[in-house]
């Protein structure tokens, strides 16, 4: 049992180590291409969902604009922003999600994404909770513009 314990906690100790390298990496380079940021979404799925014991059905949709309001939801939700680092020390940070967006984004949607950031800016302030709060600023942004939303 131990033996197993060791191994779950090594995998998912080399998924955090490929996504920090992945972003870190990234931060170097130019926007990244959307079959990278998807590429780089599961990655962090991979990691998030478990912690989170969240079933795919119920975050397979947040895509298109399901959002299912539960407490391992919003947790995902916010597993997914701070391994974006648009979370800092417990609370969603605005610079940084810009800032973010900026390095990684393709043009074609790097304002429209910043944009709707902007906007839902203020949201994250009715709520004490880091899950909930991400899980608001999310669906906020989706709200905001469909057509450039993406999330793992």
Do not use: W
């Not at 033996?3 to 996504?19: F, G, K, N, P």
């Not at 944009?115 to 991400?134: G, H, L, P, Q, W």
């Amino acid at each position: 049992m131990r033996q197993a314990q060791y191994r779950d906690s090594e995998r998912l100790a080399m998924y955090i180590l490929a996504v920090v390298k992945f972003l870190a990496a990234l931060t170097i380079c130019e926007a990244m291409t959307m079959k990278q940021i998807k590429s780089t979404g599961k990655m962090m799925r991979k990691t998030c969902q478990p912690k989170n014991n969240v079933a795919d059905d119920k975050i397979d949709d947040i895509g298109t604009g399901v959002f299912i309001e539960e407490r391992e939801v919003m947790c995902y939700v916010a597993c997914i922003m701070k391994m974006a680092n648009a979370i800092k020390n417990n609370k969603l940070n605005y610079e940084a999600a810009i800032k973010q967006a900026d390095l990684l984004l393709p043009d074609e949607i790097k304002e429209p994404t910043k944009e709707a950031i902007t906007a839902c800016r203020k949201v994250a302030d009715s709520y004490k909770d880091i899950c909930e709060a991400s899980f608001h600023v999310t669906k906020c942004i989706y709200n905001h513009n469909p057509s450039i939303f993406f999330f793992p």
